[in-house]
């Protein structure tokens, strides 16, 4: 399985290799690296060459909007973050090791303007402090042609609020990116995420609910088409009382596309009032889709609500028959079809340059 | 000359048990200008005969002809048989989440018009005219930017089945109980509509259960549908005698 050799001599932080409980830096990670709940997450991919990329040179980010009062960016991390997870992403981690550096955003004061992230290639960690009770919109975007990683760490101080998008919509051969995002009492996140296949494209989105009243929301459209691949791994963890998450992936897969939707909810102990929502649809469309979607739910609490769905289905031909029934022809009336489907999860400051790539058209005037 | 003309028609609806027989033997002519209803039990067949024509899935057709101005329906796509002039306003309309009801229209305006060889309107004065057609039927032109049918309830449903009428101008309507679910004001929106809709061209076949509707769209002719078949055919004075006797003393 995933063989990662790490460097004798990492170039990491002090606070960073004091973070394993016990044991040197490189064997937890090894040891995260081959558990079981590892090789779970790597069902459908092939962790190896993720792994092995870790090490890969790096680039900076294109980081536009930074230079505004409140925003600082550096290039050090003072102090872990709450959101890192060796046990969950030991990949994640690893990058902040092989990186001679990362980029450190702190945003204290609500921006006018949005602050622009631009991933022209494989880039180094981000990590994004948004202070309490600030606002921030986010617009993040990959245009990589080659092989490419990005980790982000997003921690929201109470009553903080990011909006993010997020456009995934470059072709390369691989690309792989962890986003992890920590909410403090009563913060909002919201991310409207827009993603096309690509020869392996893998997403790991891990949001932490960790103080009362946090609210997120995920709203994700993708596409798959001919000899592509989507994986998407999202883990959801309600640790404190009162949150609520909503989340809408809808993901076409067609022609030969493939396409993994694995979505976790987790409601520890104590997060009585939770409410998750969690729905994932998919629609195969042409010949030899491949949709493999995956809900887990672990709840050690009573009192919360939670639902979970995911469909896997082709076009309704109630639908069809009453759009052809108007005179649309069948192709015609399809794309209309697999179109509605996606406009339904594209939205936000990024949904016209997505409905561009996903849905051929821009938004209709009406 | 007739303008639907249904001849000795036979078709079943594929079932997980294999296809049943529900049409057995279905005779109609409908001539330019006239209004025809069709009432009958439930189950006896109307959405069935409505859907067949229509060429709805799940349906076989087992003998019998069916024409729209002479040209044969049955074995043309259900794009094509609109493309002809043929509408069904459905009983049940689908909601479509995701294609506006503005982007929907003018899908449908433009592939008929292309069918016909005409030029496909102008988009601006295209929107003005739908939201016009909205207006007049009460529906609140906001709901042309929702999804088709989104979140409608079953009397906006409705009303938006007759501004497609009166938007696309077919040559002949079949209307599935368009009246059911309206309440006093809309059903006379509804039956404005179609009235505004009428003319000399064209032909209505109006599926419903309730004489009230026919006190505002007067038919021509009035059918009872049983079993499959019209076993009695009338005028409007039938609806009344059905209305206070059922259907029983027919059958
Ligand atoms: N998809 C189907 N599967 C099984 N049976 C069907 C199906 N569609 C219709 N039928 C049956 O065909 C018969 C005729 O149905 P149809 O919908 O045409 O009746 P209708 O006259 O329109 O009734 P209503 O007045 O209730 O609308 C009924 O017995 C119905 O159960
Ligand atoms: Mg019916």
Sequence with gaps: ?366 | MSLLNVSDLHASVVTDDGPQPILKGLTLEVKPGEVHAIMGPNGSGKSTLANVLSGRPGYIVDSGTATLNGQGLLELEPFERAQLGLFLAFQYPVEIPGVSNMEFLKASIDSLARARGEEQPNTATFMKQVRELAGSLDLDPAFLKRGVNEGFSGGEKKRNEIMQLLLLQPKLALLDETDSGLDIDALKVVAEGVNRYRSAENGVVLITHYQRLLDYIVPDFVHVLSNGKIIESGDKSLALELEAKGYAWLT
């Design chain 1, 1 to 366: 399985m995933a063989d990662l050799t790490l460097p004798t001599t990492l170039a990491t932080p002090d606070w960073l290799a004091d973070l394993p409980d016990a044991g040197s830096l490189p064997e937890v990670l090894e040891q995260a690296l081959n558990s079981p709940a590892h090789r779970e997450r790597w069902k459908y991919t092939k962790p190896g060459p993720f792994v092995a990329a870790t090490q890969h040179p790096m680039i900076d980010p294109d980081i536009g909007g930074e230079s505004q009062n409140g925003v600082a960016l550096n290039q050090s991390i003072d102090a872990p973050l709450a959101g890192f997870d060796l046990d969950q992403a030991p990949e994640a981690i690893a990058r902040l090791c092989y990186a001679d550096h990362v980029m450190t955003l702190d945003v204290s004061a609500s921006t006018d303007e949005p602050i622009v992230i631009n991933h022209a290639g494989n880039t180094r960690p981000m990590l994004i402090r948004v202070a309490a009770g600030v606002s921030l919109t986010l617009l993040e975007s990959a245009d990589a042609s080659d092989d490419a990683q990005q980790s982000i760490w997003i921690d929201l101080a109470p009553n903080a609020r990011v909006e993010h998008s997020r456009n995934a919509l470059n072709d390369a051969p691989s690309h792989w990116q962890y986003l992890n995002v920590h909410l403090q009492a009563g913060a909002h996140y919201q991310l409207n995420n827009h993603v096309a296949g690509c020869g392996s494209r893998r997403q790991d989105i891990h949001i932490i609910m960790d103080g009362q009243g946090a609210e997120a929301t995920l709203v994700s459209a993708g596409k798959v088409d001919g000899k592509m691949a989507l994986d998407q791994q999202v883990t959801l963890e309600h640790r404190q009382p009162r949150g609520q998450s909503k989340q809408t992936i809808h993901n076409i897969v067609a022609n030969g596309g493939k396409c993994t939707f694995n979505g976790r909810i987790h409601i520890h102990e104590g997060a009585a009032g939770t409410d998750a929502q969690l729905s994932n649809k998919n629609l195969g469309m042409g010949e030899h889709a491949t949709i493999n979607t995956k809900p887990e739910l672990e709840i050690y609490t009573d009192d919360v609500s939670c639902s979970h769905g995911a469909t896997v289905g082709t076009i309704s031909q109630d639908a069809l028959f009453y759009l052809t029934s108007r005179g649309i022809d069948r192709t015609a009336a399809e794309a209309l079809l697999s179109q509605g489907f996606l406009r339904q999860c594209i939205d936000g400051p990024l949904a016209d340059q997505a409905l561009t790539a996903l849905v051929g058209r821009a938004r209709e005037e009406s």
